[in-house]
């Protein structure tokens, strides 16, 4: 081998290492630049999680204001409701407490008659007439309390008097009533007494 072949041979061994050093370089530069790359895409990553979370705080806030919102009207509109209802029922109470004297000085009127009386063309008009009056009492959800033979309850029956009494079943119990008294019925079951009934208690 001449000098000049081994001339050639390491020049070209030179260019080769050369190349591999810049694939190197480039390789290590490729790296460099992918880790730029990845720090910004981790800062753009932190930034859309930061403005994901802010969306979802609002998100979460208007449907805790929707919420509020909602039971305010409901609560609004339940109290509306009751008023109305209050009102409706004060109204209905006052006019009846005007019409149930008549009803009761009907059914006293019943009471005194004699059976041959009752059955007579006036007697039979009395009774239609006090059997109208408590079917469009119950109309507007009015009724007779019951009484007769009941046990006294203090929210519906006045005690005016006490009677010996030879059945001991009716012993602390209504034997007459004196003067019928009326409740009005509430749409949640609850009675409101209008006039409670004047009794006499057996003894």
Do not use: C
């Not at 591999?20 to 720090?39: A, C, F, H, P, Q």
């Amino acid at each position: 081998m001449t000098k000049k072949h081994d001339d050639q041979a390491i020049a070209q061994n030179d260019d080769q290492d050369m190349k591999d050093l810049e694939e190197m370089l480039e390789e290590v530069k490729s790296d460099k630049d992918n880790e730029e790359m990845i720090e910004k895409l981790q800062a753009e990553i932190k930034k859309l999680q930061a403005q994901l979370a802010e969306k979802d705080e609002i998100v979460k806030n208007a449907q805790l204001a929707y919420l509020r919102a909602k039971n305010d009207m409901e609560m609004i509109q339940r109290q509306s409701a009751m008023k109305a209802e209050s009102m409706h029922q004060d109204l209905l109470i006052k006019i009846v407490k005007k019409l149930l004297p008549f009803v009761e000085d009907l059914r006293k009127s019943l009471e005194n008659l004699s059976d041959e009386d009752k059955n007579s063309p006036m007697g039979k008009w009395v009774q239609m007439v006090h059997d109208r009056f408590i079917k469009a009492l119950e109309g507007f959800k009015v009724f007779p309390i019951p009484s007769l033979h009941e046990s006294p309850d203090t929210l519906m029956h006045e005690p005016i008097g006490m009677q010996p009494t030879e059945d001991k079943k009716l012993k602390w119990k209504i034997i007459q009533v004196f003067e019928q008294g009326f409740y009005y019925q509430k749409e949640n079951w609850d009675r409101v007494t209008i006039f409670p009934s004047k009794v006499i208690i057996g003894q």
